[in-house]
C-alpha cells in the first residue's frame, strides 16, 4: 500500500478515494461493455470478459495518464484520476439533462428530420456539458484546473472575445 501511495503520490488516507472510485468505474464499464458485446455467453465466460475488457481498459487509461500527465500541469498525480473522474460525471450528465430538455421543448425524432434531431441533440448536450465541467471542477476542488481548461474549449470553438 505505501508503494501504491508513493507512486500515486497520496499524502492523506481520504486521497485514495480516488483511486478506489476510478477502479469501480472502470470495473463498471468493463462490464457494461462486456454486457452490450456479449450478452449471450455463459456466466462464466461474461466474467472472464468483463475481467480482460477491464484490463484492457486499465491499460489504456495509464498509458493516457502517461500522455497527459506531461501536458497537463496537475500538483499530484492521484488528481489525474480525480480530472478523470470529473470528465466522465460531467459526460455523463449532460446527457441525463439533455436528454429530458430536448424532449420538454417537444423535440422527437419522429417530428424531426433524424439528422436535425441529433445535431440540435449535440448542441443542447455540449452547452450543458461545458456548464457542468466547471460546476463538478469546483465541486470537487478541481476549479482551477477546469476554469482553464473550459476558457481553452471556448477560445478554439470561436468564442474568444467572451472569454478574455
Not at 55 to 77: A, D, N, P, S
Not at 79 to 85: G, P
Amino acid at each position: 500500500m505505501e508503494t501504491f501511495k508513493k507512486n500515486w503520490e497520496i499524502q492523506k488516507n481520504w486521497q485514495l478515494i480516488f483511486p478506489f472510485l476510478g477502479l469501480v468505474g472502470l470495473g463498471y464499464s468493463s462490464y457494461k461493455l462486456a454486457a452490450a458485446l456479449f450478452k449471450h455467453l455463459n456466466l462464466l465466460l461474461f466474467i472472464c470478459t468483463t475481467v480482460v475488457i477491464f484490463f484492457i481498459l486499465l491499460g489504456v487509461t495509464l498509458f493516457l495518464f502517461k500522455k497527459l500527465e506531461k501536458k497537463w500541469i496537475l500538483q499530484y498525480r492521484w488528481e489525474m484520476i480525480r480530472v478523470f473522474i470529473i470528465f466522465a460525471m460531467t459526460g455523463t450528465s449532460s446527457v441525463f439533462v439533455s436528454r429530458p430538455l430536448i424532449k420538454f421543448m417537444g423535440i422527437t425524432k419522429e417530428n424531426l428530420n433524424p439528422l436535425l434531431y441529433w445535431v440540435l441533440y449535440l448542441i443542447i448536450g455540449l452547452i450543458f456539458y461545458q456548464i457542468l465541467l466547471v460546476f463538478f471542477g469546483w465541486a470537487l476542488g478541481q476549479f482551477k484546473f477546469f476554469w482553464e481548461f473550459e476558457k481553452k474549449m471556448l477560445r478554439r470553438f470561436g468564442l474568444k472575445r467572451f472569454v478574455d
